[in-house]
């Protein structure tokens, strides 16, 4: 059975489990977005603007740019890291 708590090294107060964001969750956001505006402008130049034939030439770039892009933005809110959190002078080691 895992311990619950753990002494600090610095301080030598408690530390308990917890968990944080490993990147930022407003960039996430922004590649969200970036992304369903390259696939929204896909589906307009593919669909109510007819294009020069070097743009139709890289929409699909656009379209697969923009769901990696959602997918980016997508993990950057999953990524979690476990750690070991002081509650006294909220040091932070992983776990």
Do not use: H
């Not at 753990?6 to 030598?12: A, D, M, P, S, T």
């Not at 505006?37 to 020069?52: E, M, V």
């Amino acid at each position: 059975m895992t311990s619950q708590v753990k002494l600090c090294g610095v301080c030598g107060g408690v530390m308990r489990k917890s968990s944080r964001r490993v990147l930022s969750a407003p960039a996430g956001v922004v590649l969200i977005l970036l992304g369903l505006l390259l696939i929204a402008g896909y589906g307009f130049f593919t669909n109510f603007y007819s294009a020069p034939w070097l743009v139709r030439f890289a929409l699909p770039a656009l379209y697969y740019i923009g769901a990696i892009l959602i997918g980016f933005g997508f993990v950057s809110f999953l990524v979690w890291e476990n750690i070991w959190r002081c509650v006294d002078c909220k040091e932070m080691a992983k776990r």
